[in-house]
């Protein structure tokens, strides 16, 4: 058996998955925005994960390096955070910022959300 990469995401475990569920959570849940990401939340039994990048945002490139930042931020926050549905989405205005700051709004953001179970780890 293959184990997996240790900075692996679990893709299978926490994505969010088809349209629908992210049709779903945009409906039913709550929405926290900020200056460059908006956070949107739906109470759930588990801990699922969805990032959302317009093409506005900029091209494949830049887009690519978005999710990978969101994807690493939240696998250090994941188990800090409380179970639900989350979808990250990016402003127009993330394409500009470097990673250390959206780290930072990211976990400005869910502790505006009260979404943790206990106090954020820093592992920087």
Same mark, same amino acid.
């Given at each position: 058996m293959i184990s997996a990469h240790p900075y692996s995401f679990c893709r299978k475990k926490y994505s969010l998955g088809k349209n629908r569920n992210y049709q779903h959570v945009y409906?039913? #849940?709550? +929405?926290?925005? +900020?200056r460059d990401i908006v956070l949107i939340y739906l109470? +759930?039994?588990? %801990?699922? /994960? #969805?990032?959302s990048i317009s093409s506005k /945002? #900029? =091209?494949? /490139?830049? $887009?690519?390096?978005?999710? $990978?930042?969101?994807?690493? =931020?939240?696998? $250090? %926050?994941k188990p800090d955070v409380t179970p639900g549905r989350y979808i990250f989405v990016a402003r127009t205005s993330a394409a500009q910022k470097r990673h250390p700051e959206l780290s930072c709004e990211m976990t400005k953001l869910l502790s505006k959300a009260k979404l943790y179970m206990k106090e954020p780890r820093n592992d920087a």
């Open positions: 409906k039913k #849940g709550k +929405s926290y925005p +900020s109470q +759930s039994k588990d %801990l699922k /994960v #969805g990032f /945002v #900029g =091209d494949a /490139v830049t $887009r690519n390096r978005l999710k $990978r930042y969101f994807k690493e =931020d939240f696998r $250090r %926050l």
